[in-house]
């Protein structure tokens, strides 16, 4: 209870280093156990990146460290957002080769305008081309340009590496572990507000988790009074009626680690399972006649897709849960933690699901995927909304790290998608370009920078906010190779048909009609036979038996469908594979819907 608490977020752009360095400090504080780390979902091992904020807490000098680790990609905002509302602080990692990226400036502009003063972490110093002087003057423009404060632009930097788990003050001093940062924290960060005898309880939920025995979880900052196991309490929001709920559970966090406890106070943040309708930004007191703490803001979902069983002729061989009512049911239990994500459950057996971007939309499928479920979802479109009489669209600021030779290319296709340029630095052979223009122009575009920077090119982008219609914007639209018939693909049939466009699949794949299995280079839709046999016949014939020697094809994963899908096909998603077919499967049927 006399305990000191510092509360603070780690945010930074993706692949800053805020995870690695969060495991540091748990190491380093005896807070980690074995291989334990804040990326504990598998897809996040496996993309290396952080898609749902979490908490950690270390111990330092007497005094517990509360530590949020936020998400750093831009469609993970919403995480962001409800986080920074439960800290005291942050820190700012900023990759030292780098510099700040979209997400960075996101994410500070967020904490500059709730108050807060960030301590900056210049990250990797290690790298070949790291230059920590400049990226320090690059987020101090920043800071200036995203209207700081004198208090806030006089920010302390620290210098890491977070993968060794060493950090100093100064570029001269010697590294050996943490502490200097750690130190940086108990100077700069306020503490928590702590307990006032005979207080009311007044406590804001800022998170939200789901346990299959305790239902769903809230994870809240105490911000007056305390909190006590199996104690009555009321959930109070703005515009809503007053609720009652008892806490079932109440605990605090151990590193990684939930620690039950019999009761928390002022200035910790906890976890709390109990009330089955609790909402994030809605304020728990044991007083009716509190006031309720200010609501948070979540950002509005962008783009919006189907989700509906599956109907190809390969239906249910591979999935557990392959009905609209199960599908249902799983988007109903994402509704309990995902709060960037809306779904319209209205139409039937299909449902408009919104979110944040495609990123977004693509890891709730794959861990659906992963979980059993067999499912179609349409091409994802982006929502367009009518404000004060002005049809509007989400529009989205696009950074590029290139090398100078591709920046032509690159200029001329973010051109042709309503995309207009508003910076451009040069850095030796690097050039980092700055676009605005309308999400729709984006999507479909990511695959098509790797081919035209040749893999070399970093494209990042932030949502900027709902503006004015773009109008019509042409892209190059690659036809579709469509089967017309059921079986097993032959490497003798796609030899043939390789010079055609790019190919999806590999001899052996099970094909069926009206499933597209590769691209056409000449914009047509063209209908194939992939499972064509050689004619064998007793004549043999120099040159003709050459041996096949086949292009490596283009493999679909959700991300690639999702992008490069047209408005009449379907992405076919199930446990084993991911396929994409056209709405109507016959030709037929497609000609009449023209």
Do not use: C, W
């Not at 799983?330 to 994500?341: A, D, F, H, Y």
């Amino acid at each position: 209870m006399s305990q000191e608490i510092r509360n603070i977020a780690i945010i930074a752009h993706v692949d800053h280093g805020k995870t690695t360095l969060t495991d540091a400090l748990m190491e380093q504080t005896g807070a980690r156990e074995g291989e334990a780390s804040m990326d504990s979902n598998a897809l996040e091992r496996e993309r290396g990146i952080t898609i749902y904020a979490k908490n950690t807490s270390v111990e330092y000098k007497g005094t517990k460290i509360n530590i949020v680790d936020t998400p750093g990609h831009a469609d993970f905002g919403s995480e962001v957002e409800r986080v920074l509302r439960s800290i005291d602080s942050v820190l700012l990692v900023v990759d030292a080769q780098e510099g700040p990226m979209p997400q960075t400036r996101f994410v500070l502009k967020k904490s500059l305008e709730l108050g807060l003063k960030p301590i900056v972490v210049i990250n990797k110093i290690d790298k070949p081309a790291a230059d920590p002087d400049r990226t320090e003057e690059q987020v101090l423009e920043l800071f200036l340009e995203l209207g700081a404060n004198d208090e806030q632009s006089d920010f302390t930097v620290v210098y890491a590496i977070g993968r060794e788990g060493v950090a100093k003050r100064k570029m001269s001093d010697e590294m050996k572990d943490l502490s200097p940062l750690l130190d940086v924290i108990l100077e700069q960060v306020p503490p928590a507000r702590g307990y006032v005898a005979g207080e009311s309880l007044r406590a804001q939920v800022f998170n939200l988790g789901y346990d299959n025995f305790l239902g769903r979880l809230a994870v809240a900052r105490i911000y007056e009074g305390s909190i006590k196991a199996n104690q009555p309490l009321f959930i109070k929001h703005e515009g809503r009626e007053l609720a009652k709920g008892k806490v079932v559970k109440l605990s605090t966090f151990k590193g990684v680690q939930k620690q039950e406890t019999p009761e928390a106070f002022a200035g910790d943040i906890v976890m709390i399972a109990g009330f089955s309708d609790i909402n994030i930004g809605d304020t728990l007191t044991d007083n009716e006649n509190a006031e309720p703490l200010p609501a948070i803001a979540v950002d509005e979902p962008t783009i919006a897709l189907q989700f509906m069983p599956n109907a190809s002729p390969f239906a249910g061989r591979e999935g557990k849960f392959v009905t609209s009512r199960q599908i249902r049911e799983r988007l109903e239990k994402e509704l309990e933690i995902n709060v960037g994500l809306q779904v319209d459950f209205a139409s039937g057996d299909n449902f408009e699901v919104r979110g944040r971007g495609e990123m977004h939309i693509a890891i709730l499928l794959e861990n659906m995927r992963r979980e059993g479920y067999e499912m179609a979802v349409s091409q994802p479109q982006v929502i367009v909304k009518d404000i004060d009489g002005v049809k509007s669209e989400p529009f989205e600021e696009v950074t590029v790290d290139i090398p100078s030779e591709f920046q032509g290319a690159v200029i001329e296709r973010l051109g042709n998608r309503a995309f207009i340029m508003t910076n451009m630095v040069m850095h030796e052979n690097q050039v980092r370009l700055i676009f605005e223009g309308p999400t729709r122009g984006l999507l479909g575009y990511k695959n098509q920078f790797i081919v035209d920077t040749k893999g070399e090119g970093i494209l990042a982008s932030r949502v900027l906010g709902f503006k004015p219609y773009a109008g019509e914007i042409k892209k190059r639209q690659a036809g579709s190779m469509i089967s017309m018939i059921q079986g097993k693909a032959l490497g003798f049939a796609l030899f043939g048909l390789q010079d055609r466009g790019q190919l999806y699949i590999t001899p052996g794949t099970e094909v069926y009609e009206g499933m597209v299995i590769g691209n056409t280079s000449k914009g047509e839709e063209m209908m194939v036979n992939p499972t064509k046999g050689k004619q064998l016949t007793n004549m043999r014939a120099s040159g003709s038996d050459d041996a096949i020697v086949l292009v490596p094809p283009k493999i679909i994963s959700i991300e690639v469908g999702l992008e490069i899908m047209a408005d009449d096909e379907y992405l076919e998603i199930t446990p084993m594979n991911v396929r994409l077919r056209k709405a109507q499967l016959k030709e037929s049927d497609r000609r009449k819907g023209k």
